[in-house]
């Protein structure tokens, strides 16, 4: 089962995928600019193999639903995301929000 929604964080516009996969789910958080998901996301592929797409991208690990991927710490960031202001270990909220339209 796949579910698409939107969801505001501080009355900025987001995207909630919530995709369940066998024994896991997908989770990712997005806007136009850049995106968090679930332990999935393989930044090291982002970063060395697609470093020329400049993609705003983290990861947090451990989270089962929307509600704790945005209360998660930041695992992994890209390149661009630290350039945006995003660090490891920064929550995935206060992250998304560097990035609001």
């Known amino acids: 089962m796949m579910s698409v929604k939107p969801i505001m964080i501080e009355n900025h516009p987001f995207t909630a995928i919530h995709v369940?996969?066998?024994?896991?789910?997908?989770l990712i958080v997005?806007?136009?600019?850049g995106y968090i998901m679930c332990g999935a996301l393989d930044v090291?592929?982002?970063?060395?193999?697609?470093?020329e797409r400049?993609?705003?991208?983290?990861?947090?690990?451990?989270?089962?639903?929307?509600?704790?991927?945005?209360?998660?710490?930041?695992?992994?960031?890209t390149t661009e995301a630290k350039n945006k202001g995003w660090q490891e270990g920064m929550n995935a909220k206060e992250a998304l929000?560097?990035?609001?339209?």
């Open 20 to 26: 369940q996969l066998p024994k896991t789910n997908l």
């Open 97 to 101: 929000l560097k990035i609001a339209e």
């Open 54 to 77: 400049k993609i705003v991208a983290a990861r947090a690990t451990g989270v089962k639903t929307i509600e704790q991927l945005l209360d998660a710490p930041l695992d992994k960031v």
């Open 30 to 33: 997005s806007n136009d600019v």
């Open 44 to 51: 090291d592929l982002l970063n060395d193999k697609l470093a």
